[in-house]
């Protein structure tokens, strides 16, 4: 029985090793993907456990050399694709992967498959309509605000975030029948209540105008733009209000489209240190007073129909919770698709 044994691991190691740098041949289409996976003749009894996500080959087919030969042809809706906006471009990832034993156990081996995109000009994300997020109109303009999931395809299904890990906060304004507008985060701050009073204990996320003091304390930015209507805030979870309800409050703020000053900013420190200015690098001196005061110019802002072009949002209740905390706070997250 241990001889048997012994026998099997050296011959699943032998597997291993034979997928471990695999014949390949994929092919990106629209919205599918084909795979042509070539492995040894070991393989031709264990076609089945060849696997792309969750998908067996389409077609198997054992070559004249006795090795055999793997196609995936499968959408990107199947097999349980992950799609990632990453900047400008859309991303799919899975894995093939050889599973010999059931499903409950680790893979022997893993390989990752990307389709990389660009996305298509004009694009909106799926979650950009009425429905989802906190909305709020006044005027012709419509302000929304939400927590996205991983993947930035959608709202998150969840407001419980791990401790250090990264929270997604998306703000957008629809424009309707106005000229093109720029969509800014004036100032952000957390807070345990919905509500600010003068006594609240607050958080700051971005002041400034327009300071993203998170990223020069941590790891947090502002994602590329899809659109100048709306601004993505990466921000890596932090201790305030740890294991309870935490709020963000921001100052959302339309501006004309190009006519950015010290005022009218998004800024956040990169990896080089530096502040650097998100819509327009070589203005990133406008960033400069990040570290000191930034004051207001007199240029014009957006004229509305209202009493201005500043409108406050809240976001939550957030739970940002300790994973080596045992203990078992559930919420449910009232903006879920």
């Not at 998908?55 to 990632?84: D, H, R, V």
């Given at each position: 029985m241990v001889s048997h044994l012994y026998l099997g691991v050296v011959f699943l190691a032998a597997c291993a090793t034979a997928v471990a740098d695999p014949d390949l041949k994929l092919i990106c289409g629209k919205d599918s993907v084909t795979i042509t996976?070539?492995?040894?003749?070991?393989?031709?009894?264990?076609?089945?456990?060849?696997?792309?996500?969750?998908?067996?080959?389409?077609?198997?087919?054992?070559?004249?050399?006795?090795?055999?030969?793997?196609?995936?042809?499968?959408?990107?809706?199947?097999?349980?694709?992950?799609?990632?906006?990453?900047?400008?471009?859309?991303?799919?990832?899975?894995?093939?992967?050889?599973?010999?034993?059931?499903?409950?156990?680790?893979?022997?081996?893993?390989?990752?498959?990307?389709?990389?995109?660009?996305?298509?000009?004009?694009?909106?994300?799926?979650?950009?309509?009425?429905?989802?997020?906190?909305?709020?109109?006044?005027?012709?303009?419509?302000?929304h605000m939400a927590l996205l999931n991983d993947q930035l395809t959608g709202v998150a299904k969840t407001n419980v975030i791990p401790l250090g890990s990264f929270m997604p906060i998306w703000a957008a304004v629809e424009q309707k029948s106005h000229q093109p507008l720029l969509l800014l985060m004036e100032e952000c701050v957390a807070a345990t209540t919905p509500e600010l009073h003068p006594g609240s204990q607050i958080y700051p996320i971005i002041g400034n105008k327009g300071c993203l003091l998170e990223s020069k304390r941590g790891t947090s930015f502002f994602l590329p733009r899809y659109h100048s209507s709306a601004l993505i805030l990466y921000l890596q979870s932090f201790k305030f209000g740890l294991g309870g309800e935490v709020y963000i409050h921001c100052n959302l703020v339309v501006w004309d489209h190009g006519s950015l000053d010290e005022s009218k900013k998004a800024c956040h420190v990169r990896e080089h240190g530096r502040w650097e200015l998100l819509d327009d690098h070589s203005q990133s001196f406008l960033c400069q007073c990040c570290d000191s005061s930034c004051g207001s110019r007199s240029k014009r802002s957006v004229e509305l129909e209202s009493n201005g072009p500043k409108y406050n949002s809240v976001l939550g209740p957030i739970i940002i919770q300790d994973q080596l905390d045992s203990g078992n706070n559930t919420f449910s997250w009232p903006y879920s698709s």
């Open positions: 996976w070539r492995v040894g003749s070991q393989f031709t009894p264990y076609a089945a456990r060849l696997l792309l996500g969750t998908c067996m080959p389409s077609k198997w087919k054992i070559l004249p050399t006795g090795e055999g030969e793997a196609l995936f042809n499968y959408k990107f809706s199947e097999c349980k694709f992950k799609k990632m906006i990453k900047g400008k471009r859309v991303v799919y990832q899975n894995e093939l992967r050889f599973q010999p034993h059931e499903k409950s156990k680790p893979a022997l081996f893993r390989y990752p498959i990307e389709c990389v995109y660009e996305r298509p000009e004009g694009w909106v994300p799926p979650f950009l309509n009425p429905g989802m997020g906190v909305s709020q109109g006044q005027s012709k303009l419509v302000f």
